[in-house]
């Protein structure tokens, strides 16, 4: 490409406020951004992801005879997965120590919308710690940003248009975001594989509304927001990363055993929210190190590098993420939801209306601006899907303790543990507690004690 | 348990064709064309990228189009190296096609097709989504079997003999009232026959012009830049007890094969009637040229259709989709208010058809001089190099890729893959990372040293 035309297309780019409308033209364009250049370091990056292997933990009965539980797991696990951990800060002894270490969900990460004042790229590098459990594969990773609009294919991680990450290399991705709202990220090579066997997770972008607001300001009562929405009506006080996916255990063993399976018999064994199923969703978080859980859930690690677990349940050592939404009557709570499964799910909130403001990182409005938000109790989400919804915590019906309101998967199917009765699978709870129970949020999914 | 012994043929005979003479009378009744012109059918070089489309020939009426279709068997082939017997609608009497001719009328047209049974069984074409059809210039209703239940959404042409002869033939008419993108697929046994390869697309071209896609003037679109993406599923059981009469157990249908127009990755990219896929002649590879608001202004479009029978959840990487019509509906209020929305995961019913714009756009304008990409890039040995990498991060750059290492990478294109996101759909019974999978091929600008 010449430099001569790339004036030309910037000459032709018309700036107006944070986004940049197309002059001379009627037709839809989207949003259009002017190119630019910045000034981080080729060498920086915000985050610091691994992929590899390693072993996480789902209800071992009823037993899927001889696939579940895998009787090659180390105890307390069940389940054999390929995953990504957030390794930022780690020594490089501590970083090679997580092969065979992996985490499902992937850490749940999240970066501001690119401002042009301050040339905030988000910078994510990657590296290929191996599989302990299955050498010969020898396969690469990569991160791909499902949803990344207008991604060059050098950033996009899809192996066959552009580069991955061999074992023991590194590869920084860089993003400048310029959507804000709900994404998901996961490794694309062999991605019928690498998605199913855990390396997936959700991103998200925060709009330009809030990251410039000036602190102790608001904008229809709120301080953080989905959308740049202009008068607050994506605006929230607490925020809850949904991440949907699956298991079927038959291609799980096989993966450890060396074995193929053959995808087009695929079912979804278990069904996930952020990498558990009830009532392990609403086990705590793992600790959190909320101070330098800047761009990722940055889960405290002992000298080794090694995942701290949630309080009390050392079997989801490997599954950090609590599912548990925990609220204050009144207050406001957005839900990200986004589905990596193979399969549509039907997420339903019992007793309390959700409007949905987003879908797929785009805001409910159409090209006119007409306001095409609603409201819903049910979100039927599809593979690949995004969904970001707001819903107000009801009154408190008084006394002690919490009210409680199920979010479940209505396809039974999905919201049970194979087993017969009471929940399972994707569900989990909402907690409405009295005024000024819970403390503000430190970090998405908190559960503000 | 549904027999098809009656569907037998004999053996060694795989389709009944015409004589040579009586398929250069009927040639000149069915025009394939390129993209928007009108030109004569014969020679007519077929487009290599791109919506194929089949122009009836003018009927007796005013702004009447008239198409014929017969219903032919053959084969496919499929990426594991296995075919699948079929059955399809031919253009004319063309020999067998997978799947069928892509039918473009413009709005206001009446539409006249003119169906010509050559299959063992009772079939019939109905057009989800038009009103007030006609068969044989009645309105066209459901049959009921003696018992009195509808076993045809649609009058049928009856069944030819056991060499494809002596089939009956009917003739659909309706108005093309509303623009948009329809299925027409067989009506009769659907569960069977639609899943055998009865189906195509149908276009319908609004009053404001063919590079629009409703009567709207934001839905305007690059008319070379136009793509369909038809998603189908296969369970090779049934087409192979098809073929040899033999039984079959509907409830124990499975796919295991899915299909975009009619082929599976890496068939999908190859070109519009390429020569290896006989049968099989419209491609998916989405070629375009970056967004410029002075040379290429306009977004293309790709028109989705799912004759599967669950729903395809299509992810096109790098670009968010404005759906801005479904079932040939545009997306607005009664008060004529903008309902369309983008999307990233297009998630496509059974027998639904969603209209789509999109373009990719050179957001960052990352160039090696003047603004290049600001990491450090591994060397060489350090990356896994994809089979379609120009060896650069930079449009219109190619650079060395290590010794040994294949590209068909032309002249530093971009190649950013589209695929279903139920990922177990991107499989062949064995064969992962086929099935419903193409790119969007990004041009740099022009010229480039890209052949098309």
């Keep these: 490409m010449s430099d001569a035309m790339r004036v030309d297309r910037r000459q032709f780019l018309k700036y107006v406020g944070g986004a940049v409308a197309v002059a001379g033209t009627a037709t839809w364009a989207g949003k259009m951004l002017l190119p630019q250049s910045v000034n981080a370091a080729p060498g920086d990056f915000d985050l610091f992801l691994a992929g590899t292997d390693g072993w996480m933990y789902l209800p071992p009965t009823p037993a899927i005879p001889p696939f579940h539980p895998d009787n090659l797991a180390p105890s307390p696990f069940t389940t054999y997965i390929f995953g990504f951990r957030n390794i930022t800060g780690l020594t490089d002894q501590q970083r090679t120590n997580q092969k065979n270490h992996a985490q499902h969900s992937a850490p749940l990460m999240w970066a501001n919308q690119y401002d042009d004042a301050l040339e905030n790229e988000f910078r994510v590098k990657l590296t290929n710690l191996g599989l302990e459990l299955r050498p010969d594969l020898f396969d690469a990773h990569t991160l791909h940003w499902h949803g990344f609009r207008n991604v060059i294919p050098f950033y996009d991680g899809e192996p066959s248009g552009s580069v991955a990450v061999p074992s023991g290399r590194e590869f920084t991705y860089v993003y400048r975001p310029r959507d804000p709202g709900t994404y998901m990220y996961h490794c694309h090579v062999e991605d019928v594989e690498h998605v199913h066997m855990g390396m997936t997770g959700l991103v998200f972008v925060r709009p330009l509304q809030e990251t410039r607001l000036t602190p102790g300001d608001n904008i229809g009562g709120f301080s953080k927001f989905m959308y740049n929405d202009g008068d607050g009506s994506t605006g929230y006080h607490r925020e809850f990363a949904m991440f949907l996916s699956e298991v079927w255990a038959e291609s799980h063993w096989a993966d450890a055993h060396i074995q193929l399976p053959e995808w087009s018999d695929y079912r979804a064994d278990f069904s996930l929210l952020n990498g558990r199923v009830y009532p392990d969703t609403i086990a705590p978080n793992a600790p959190i190190n909320a101070a330098q859980s800047v761009h990722a859930l940055a889960v405290e690690t002992d000298g080794d590098g090694y995942l701290m677990a949630p309080d009390g349940h050392p079997e989801l050592q490997y599954q950090p993420q609590s599912s548990l939404v925990r609220c204050n009557e009144g207050e406001t709570v957005a839900l990200r939801f986004a589905n990596l499964g193979f399969r549509e799910q039907a997420m339903s909130l019992t007793g309390i209306r959700m409007r949905v403001v987003g879908r797929d990182a785009t805001p409910m409005t159409g090209r006119d601006s007409t306001d095409t938000s609603y409201e819903t109790d049910t979100i039927n989400i599809g593979p690949g899907e995004s969904y970001d919804v707001v819903f107000q915590a009801p009154a408190h019906s008084g006394g002690s303790g919490h009210d409680t309101y199920m979010l479940y998967n209505r396809n039974f199917t999905r919201s049970n543990n194979l087993a017969p009765g009471g929940f399972g699978g994707q569900a989990t709870e909402v907690r409405v507690f009295p005024g000024g129970t819970i403390s503000d949020q430190q970090y998405p999914n908190d559960w503000g004690v | ?452």
Excluded at chain 2, 53 to 79: H, M, R, W
Excluded at chain 2, 302 to 327: C, K
Excluded at chain 2, 352 to 363: C, P, S
Aim: hydrophobic letters at 35%; glycine letters at 12%.
């Design chain 2, 1 to 452: 348990m549904t027999r098809f012994s009656h569907l037998r043929r004999p053996k060694g005979r795989r389709a009944f064709r015409l004589p040579a003479s009586a398929a250069a009378l009927t040639v000149s009744l069915v025009m394939i064309v390129g993209l928007s012109s009108a030109g004569s059918a014969s020679a007519a070089p077929v487009p290599k990228v791109g919506i194929i489309c089949t122009n009836g020939v003018d009927g007796p009426s005013a702004n009447e189009k008239v198409f014929d279709i017969t219903t032919q068997t053959g084969y496919i082939s499929l990426p594991d190296g296995n075919t699948a017997f079929m059955w399809g609608y031919s253009a004319g009497h063309d020999d067998f096609q997978h799947p069928g001719p892509v039918l473009c009328v413009n709005e206001g047209d009446t539409v006249t097709v003119i169906l010509h049974n050559t299959l063992p069984a009772q079939t019939s074409i109905s057009f989800p989504g038009q009103t007030d059809v006609l068969a044989n210039g009645s309105p066209a209703e459901p049959e009921p079997s003696g018992g009195g239940a509808v076993t045809s959404l649609t009058n049928t042409a009856s069944a030819a003999d056991a060499n494809g002869v002596g089939g009956g033939t009917v003739t659909y008419s309706f108005l093309a009232d509303h623009p948009g993108t329809f299925l027409y697929e067989s009506g009769t046994d659907g569960e069977m026959q639609v899943r055998m390869g009865l189906f195509g697309a149908l276009i319908v071209r609004p009053t404001m012009g063919a590079d629009y896609a409703y009567n709207t003037a934001e839905d305007q679109f690059d008319s070379s830049e136009e793509f369909m993406v038809l998603l189908s599923e296969i369970d090779p059981y049934l087409n192979a007890a098809v073929e040899a009469g033999k039984n079959f157990n509907m409830n124990r249908y499975h796919p295991r094969y899915w299909l975009i127009n009619g082929r599976g990755y890496p068939d999908s990219i190859a070109d519009n009637g390429a020569s290896w896929l006989p049968t099989q002649p419209y491609g998916a590879l989405a070629d375009i040229q970056p967004y410029d608001a002075t040379n290429h202004p306009l977004p293309g479009m790709a028109r989705y259709l799912n004759v599967g029978t669950e729903d395809y959840p299509f992810h096109p990487h790098g670009n968010n989709g404005l759906v801005v019509g479904r079932d040939g509906q545009p997306l607005e209020g009664s008060g004529g208010e903008d309902l369309s929305f983008e999307k990233f995961a297009i998630n496509i019913g059974p027998g639904q058809t969603w209209d789509v714009i999109f373009k990719w756009y050179d957001a960052e304008g990352y160039d090696p001089v003047g603004n290049p990409v600001n990491v450090t890039v591994p060397g060489l040995a350090n990356q896994e190099i994809g089979v379609f990498y120009s060896g650069s991060p930079y449009l219109g750059t190619q650079e060395e890729l290590p010794p040994g290492i294949q590209t068909v990478n032309q002249c530093g294109e971009y190649y950013i893959i589209s695929h279903n996101h139920a990922l177990f759909q991107i499989t062949s019974w064995g064969a992962n990372m086929t099935g419903p999978i193409t790119y969007m091929k990004i041009e740099p600008p022009q010229p480039n040293g890209c052949v098309n």
